[in-house]
Nanobody
């Protein structure tokens, strides 16, 4: 059974850093593109970053470009989101998602979702 489990969220001050992890089980990462999405209270879920099956192509929302880095380690069946220079507006539940195929960026393109991890940025 395909499963995604996020971890690494927490409470951090503005300007701080966090690294989110998405551990996959039940399938081999090699054939899947991944994405990180987030949902703040009262807002719709939005795309943050996506990465291709090989890791050679990535995509970032304008709001996180230059601050967030997505990566993957297929040998460890894990996808990461390194978040730097965090801002209060980054506060949200962050979700990992996977799709069997090429890199895509829309929520509806992804078939498998984790349960989310909370990131709170506050002084």
């Amino acid at each position: 059974q395909l499963q995604l489990v996020e971890s690494g969220g927490g409470l951090v001050q503005p300007g701080g850093s966090l690294r989110l992890s998405c551990a996959a089980s039940g399938f081999t990462l090699d054939y899947y593109a991944f994405g990180w999405f987030r949902q703040a209270p009262g807002k719709e879920r939005e795309g943050v970053s996506c990465i291709s099956r090989s890791g050679g192509s990535t995509n970032y929302a304008d709001s996180v470009k230059g601050r967030f880095t997505i990566s993957r380690d297929n040998a460890k069946n894990t996808v990461y989101l390194q978040m730097e220079s965090l801002k209060p507006e980054d506060t949200a539940v962050y979700y990992c998602a996977a799709r069997d195929g090429m890199l895509r960026t829309r929520l509806s393109d992804f078939d498998y979702w984790g349960q989310g991890t909370q990131v709170t940025v506050t002084a």
